[in-house]
């Protein structure tokens, strides 16, 4: 009798409980008691054993290699595992780690030898003419003199017409002949002349033209070399304050693609910045002996393409 009256009890409170559940959710009542019922019917069924909850509303989709994906009814995301059920934050071919390749740079530096310099051209004043002179590249070609400056430099009549004594000017050889490479080193003859400003207009034309003459030429602007401290003291309008001036500006044009600027002081200039005065014999020119540290310098940092 009174497990009876029990079961009135349970089947009452059931009743109250279900309808709590349909007024909550606002389903009909069959709706409800599945949704209550159901994860104990994915999990145990009456036997005992236990089941594969095949009332999802999601479907698993695998390809070839076990990679599954799920796929959502309710929405457009998918869920891409592997056969442990778990999560990778990335799926990627081969071992499925992801092989992220490395940036390289566009260009670099590369050591090279003097063969380096068999299509290459200077171009330049007396520092310049020292390196023609006493560098030992005879298989380089060089348009250089005394006393050149950026506002003659395409003007002048300096390069030698091969089996003739007649000269031309560096524009009309650039017309006749390309070149792979152009060391410029030009500046130091201007320096009482116009001003920085006025310096790199020029300066900056004469690259320009230099682009049009040669189009397929890689351009190494030279830094100005600076003078020794102590005739960069002197006072007058030869000074490595304004060298640097100059210098700062020229780097500014290289574009790291055709032109690219190279700078030669910190191997040659002392621990004040002026040129070493062991290496000078006016403060000025780099003396014949020291005139391999330059190309040294040049044969370290030519450019290689990646």
């Given at each position: 009798m009174k497990l009876k009256e029990n079961i009135k009890y349970l089947y009452f409170i059931f009743i109250?409980?279900?309808?709590?559940?349909?007024?909550?959710?606002?389903?009909?009542?069959?709706?409800?008691a599945q949704n209550v019922l159901k994860p104990?019917?994915?999990?145990?069924?009456?036997?005992?054993?236990?089941?594969?909850?095949?009332?999802?509303?999601?479907?698993?989709v695998s390809d070839g290699d076990g990679l599954a994906q799920s796929v959502s009814e309710g929405d457009a995301i998918g869920d891409i595992s592997g056969g442990d059920s778990s999560m990778p934050e990335d799926v990627s071919g081969g071992d499925g780690l992801e092989?992220?390749?490395?940036?390289?740079?566009?260009?670099?530096?590369m050591a090279v030898d003097e063969t380096w310099f068999d299509d290459a051209l200077f171009i330049g004043d007396s520092r310049t003419v020292g390196m023609a002179e006493y560098g030992g590249l005879d298989n380089a070609t060089f348009y250089a003199s005394t006393g050149l400056t950026i506002y003659k430099l395409f003007t002048a009549?300096?390069?030698?017409?091969?089996?003739?004594?007649?000269?031309?000017?560096?524009?009309?050889?650039l017309s006749q002949r390309q070149f792979a490479k152009i060391y410029l080193m030009i500046g130091i003859n201007e320096m009482g002349t116009g001003t920085v400003e006025t310096f790199m207009e020029k300066y900056t034309e004469v690259v320009a033209r230099l682009q049009e003459l040669q189009p397929d030429a890689v351009i190494y602007l030279q830094a100005i070399i600076r003078v020794s401290s102590e005739r960069s003291a002197k006072g007058d309008y030869i000074n490595n304050e304004g060298i640097d001036l100059r210098n700062e500006e020229i780097a500014k044009l290289a574009d790291n693609e055709k032109i690219f600027y190279l700078d030669v002081n910190p191997v040659i200039c002392d621990e004040d910045g002026g040129l070493e005065k062991s290496y000078t014999f006016d403060g000025v020119h780099l003396m014949a002996k020291y005139i391999s540290i330059w190309k040294e310098f040049l044969m370290e940092h030519a450019v290689k393409f990646n």
């Open positions: 109250l409980a279900a309808g709590g559940v349909v007024f909550y959710f606002r389903e009909p009542l069959s709706v409800a104990y019917r994915q999990a145990v069924d009456f036997s005992g054993n236990s089941v594969l909850a095949d009332e999802t509303d999601e479907e698993d092989n992220e390749a490395e940036q390289q740079p566009a260009w670099e530096y009549e300096i390069v030698p017409v091969e089996g003739s004594k007649q000269k031309i000017t560096i524009e009309e050889a």
